[in-house]
């Protein structure tokens, strides 16, 4: 029944249960701009979730690498909050240890790391965080870096919130709280 | 209006926006104090890991921002617009979330009260009483440019509370207008740019960029404004390999300060990878 229960955990979003409204129109993947890059577009995606094949769904690196630019959340006829759920299923992979080997995730734990020690992202230090898990795009950016290096845009020294043992408090309670929270661990992670 | 700033975290790496931005609202005689000890609004990537993380992250600094007595957070970033006003949406309607969010917050002492607006930069400078400011002080109407107002994503979408049109803002175009500039009719000026996918999926985002420069240059633009530092970055960072030419993407507060007569060198307009050249 598991299959069921993750439904279940999606319809629980605000909106998430417009997701049985889906008429498979396409308007989201025609719409999508990453669309060519995944493997199933978000109507698929759906089509998939809606038919219980969860295991395609989070194996999928559909909603990994959605950018977020919420065309298809503000033209979908039935007003299903795409980009949301997009959202929801990152969180409910990363729940239930499905963090695949995609660098879309490593650049988000990377910058996710360098903001829990900071406070602030520094993105000198995000990107060093980030090439150790994916160290082949090293080369790509070494020129982009020193040009940037060479016009006064790469910053080294980051400077954190005032009081940062006190912002990992408010983190850290923030973490305890998500727990029971809807999308996360609910089906005991 | 009551309103402080919130830069976030990728304004000082930014190629002129901050200096531009300080430049001009001293010129103005404009006061807009910073956040006090602001964090990072966790963009995309929080909401990608832990929400309830993400929605602390932007209260921490509305609650900031009211207890600092302000009405109004006015923020130069599309992401930090976004993530403010999503978290703000979102608490608005979730009693319970925003006690969490304020159990979390109560850690350091703080409070989310929910009272705070959240305004764009752009918008910031059209509101009325701040707009003339500017449009009296202009000297060089920048009549001899050409200009594609690049809005990027996350200015008009998504929808949360009165948002300028999703896909054909105009909030822009006006301002570019205001300062004499020819502004062309920009199809793409609010498609994406591949955002933060450029890290890992670049590949996939240098089609997107291709396809905003060339209908840039296509419809005669000589610069393309921007309001975000990320979109900057996305748009001209790739150009030279993406067989389209070059144009130079500058941020909306680099043209208004030499509108007003300021000297290229406080506008920091020479930390640009794709030059500005052209005479104005």
């Given at each position: 029944m598991e299959a069921r229960e993750l439904l279940k955990e999606l319809l629980k979003m605000p909106g998430g249960d417009q997701i049985l409204k889906c008429i498979q129109c396409g308007t989201c993947t025609g719409s999508c701009p990453m669309a060519p890059a995944m493997d199933y577009g978000p109507r698929k995606l759906f089509a998939m979730a809606k038919g219980g094949d969860f295991r395609e769904v989070f194996d999928a690196n559909t909603y990994w690498i959605c950018a977020s630019c919420y065309f298809c959340t503000v033209r979908c006829p039935r007003g299903i909050k795409i980009t949301?759920?997009?959202?929801?299923?990152?969180?409910?992979?990363?729940?239930?240890?499905?963090?695949?080997?995609?660098?879309?995730?490593?650049?988000?734990?990377?910058?996710?790391?360098?903001?829990?020690?900071?406070?602030?992202l520094s993105e000198a230090k995000m990107m060093q965080r980030y090439l150790m898990k994916a160290p082949f795009d090293a080369l790509k950016n070494a020129s982009l870096g020193l040009r940037l290096l060479a016009k006064g845009r790469m910053e080294f020294k980051v400077e954190p919130v005032k009081d940062v043992a006190a912002f990992k408090r408010v983190l850290e309670k923030a973490r305890e709280l998500g727990r029971t929270s809807r999308n996360q661990g609910a089906l005991g992670s | 209006m009551n309103a402080v700033f919130y830069p976030g975290c990728t304004?000082?790496?930014?190629?002129?926006y901050q200096e531009s931005i300080e430049a001009v609202l001293e010129a103005l005689e404009l006061s807009l104090p910073w956040v006090e000890d602001w964090n990072c609004c966790g963009?995309?990537?929080?909401?990608?890991?832990?929400?309830?993380?993400?929605?602390?992250?932007?209260?921490?600094?509305?609650?900031?921002?009211?207890?600092?007595?302000?009405?109004?957070?006015?923020?130069?970033?599309?992401?930090?617009?976004?993530?403010?006003?999503?978290?703000?949406?979102?608490?608005?309607?979730?009693?319970?979330?925003?006690?969490?969010?304020?159990?979390?917050?109560?850690?350091?002492?703080?409070?989310?009260?929910?009272?705070?607006?959240?305004?764009?930069?752009?918008?910031?400078?059209?509101?009325?009483?701040?707009?003339?400011?500017?449009?009296?002080?202009?000297?060089?109407?920048?009549?001899?440019?050409?200009?594609?107002?690049?809005?990027?994503?996350?200015?008009?979408?998504?929808?949360?509370?009165?948002?300028?049109?999703?896909?054909?803002?105009?909030?822009?175009?006006?301002?570019?207008?205001?300062?004499?500039?020819?502004?062309?009719?920009?199809?793409?000026?609010?498609?994406?740019?591949?955002?933060?996918?450029?890290?890992?999926?670049?590949?996939?985002?240098?089609?997107?960029?291709?396809?905003?420069?060339?209908?840039?240059?296509?419809?005669?633009?000589?610069?393309?404004v921007a309001i975000c530092p990320l979109c900057q970055f996305n748009l001209e960072a790739p150009q030279g390999k993406l067989g389209v030419g070059n144009v130079p993407v500058v941020y909306f507060t680099q043209l208004l300060g030499l509108a007003i007569g300021m000297d290229r060198k406080v506008l920091g307009l020479k930390k640009l990878l794709v030059p500005f050249k052209v005479a104005v």
């Open positions: 949301d759920i997009m959202y929801a299923l990152k969180r409910m992979a990363v729940a239930r240890g499905y963090a695949p080997k995609e660098k879309a995730a490593y650049m988000y734990q990377a910058f996710k790391d360098t903001v829990d020690d900071y406070g602030r | 304004l000082r790496t930014a190629a002129g963009a995309t990537a929080y909401f990608s890991l832990d929400e309830l993380v993400a929605l602390v992250l932007p209260a921490r600094v509305m609650a900031i921002a009211e207890g600092m007595g302000a009405d109004t957070v006015v923020t130069p970033c599309n992401a930090c617009y976004a993530t403010l006003r999503k978290a703000r949406a979102v608490l608005a309607d979730e009693p319970e979330l925003k006690d969490n969010v304020n159990k979390a917050l109560a850690e350091e002492g703080k409070r989310y009260w929910g009272k705070v607006g959240v305004e764009h930069l752009l918008d910031y400078f059209l509101e009325p009483g701040i707009r003339e400011t500017w449009i009296s002080r202009i000297r060089q109407p920048l009549t001899s440019l050409s200009v594609a107002p690049y809005y990027g994503c996350q200015y008009s979408r998504p929808q949360t509370d009165g948002e300028d049109h999703p896909e054909r803002p105009q909030a822009l175009d006006t301002f570019l207008e205001f300062l004499g500039t020819r502004v062309v009719d920009f199809t793409a000026k609010t498609y994406c740019c591949g955002a933060a996918q450029m890290v890992a999926h670049e590949e996939a985002c240098l089609p997107l960029v291709r396809r905003i420069l060339s209908d840039a240059s296509r419809k005669g633009a000589q610069a393309i």
